[in-house]
Structure formats: structure tokens, C-alpha cells
């Protein structure tokens, strides 16, 4: 049974710095993807960043060059870190994944990913 938890969230300042950790159980896939996802309230679900398992990566606008998405597969391990926070990237974060290969276009879409975790909540104030 596939399980994802994630850890890391927290409340920061804007400017400052948090890494979020996925942890996969049950999960092994030589072909896949894996993506870090977020939600505000009242707002949509949206795609932040995701990596395949040749570590190729894709991230949303509002977060290129201030966030990074990584995988330690020793570890069954996503992480995102995220530098230079902005209060509108206050959010519950989740992270997914899927065994399917996805083009490029679809790797932050969320209706494309098939394992979920909880979510983390992320606040970043002024």
C-alpha cells in the first residue's frame, strides 16, 4: 500500500526559508514522477514543482529560482525547499506521485497523479 507523508511546514517570516520532506512507503516505481502541490483557501489546487526519476525537474512560475525540488531515492525521499518566502505562497502543500511517465506539459497537473500525502501547512507572514 502506497503511503506519502510529508513534514517540514511550519510558520516563517517572509524572507526566510522552510524545506518540506515526503517520505514514500510501499512505493517503487522505475518510471515515475513525483510533484509538490498546494493549496490555499478558497483557491485551487496548483502544481509548484515536480521531478522524474531521472531527476529532471519543472517548476511553476511564481516559484522559479526560489524554490528546489529534490529526491534522495536511498532515502524514499521528496524534499522542496523554499527560499526567499513570499506571504502568498502561504498554503497546505502536499506532496503526489504517479507510476506514469508525464510529458513535460502535465507534470503540474494535478489531476494526473494517483498517490497523495496529507498535506503540511506552510504560513509565511509579513
Known amino acids: 500500500q502506497v503511503q506519502l507523508v510529508e513534514s517540514g511546514g511550519g510558520s516563517v517570516q517572509s524572507g526566510g526559508s522552510l524545506r518540506l520532506s515526503c517520505v514514500e512507503f510501499?512505493?517503487?516505481?522505475?518510471?515515475?514522477?513525483m510533484g509538490w502541490f498546494r493549496q490555499a483557501p478558497g483557491k485551487e489546487r496548483e502544481g509548484v514543482a515536480a521531478?522524474?526519476?531521472?531527476?529532471?525537474?519543472v517548476y511553476a512560475d511564481s516559484v522559479k529560482g526560489r524554490f528546489t525540488i529534490s529526491q534522495d531515492n536511498a532515502k524514499n525521499t521528496l524534499y522542496l525547499q523554499m527560499n526567499s518566502l513570499k506571504q502568498e505562497d502561504t498554503a497546505m502543500y502536499f506532496c503526489?506521485?504517479?507510476?506514469?511517465?508525464?510529458?513535460?506539459?502535465?507534470?503540474?497537473?494535478?489531476?494526473?497523479?494517483?498517490?497523495w500525502g496529507q498535506g503540511t501547512q506552510v504560513t509565511v507572514s509579513s
Open positions: 510501499g512505493y517503487s516505481y522505475s518510471n515515475d514522477c
Open positions: 521531478i522524474d526519476s531521472g531527476g529532471n525537474t
Open positions: 503526489a506521485a504517479t507510476p506514469a511517465w508525464l510529458l513535460l506539459r502535465h507534470r503540474l497537473d494535478s489531476h494526473r497523479y494517483n498517490y
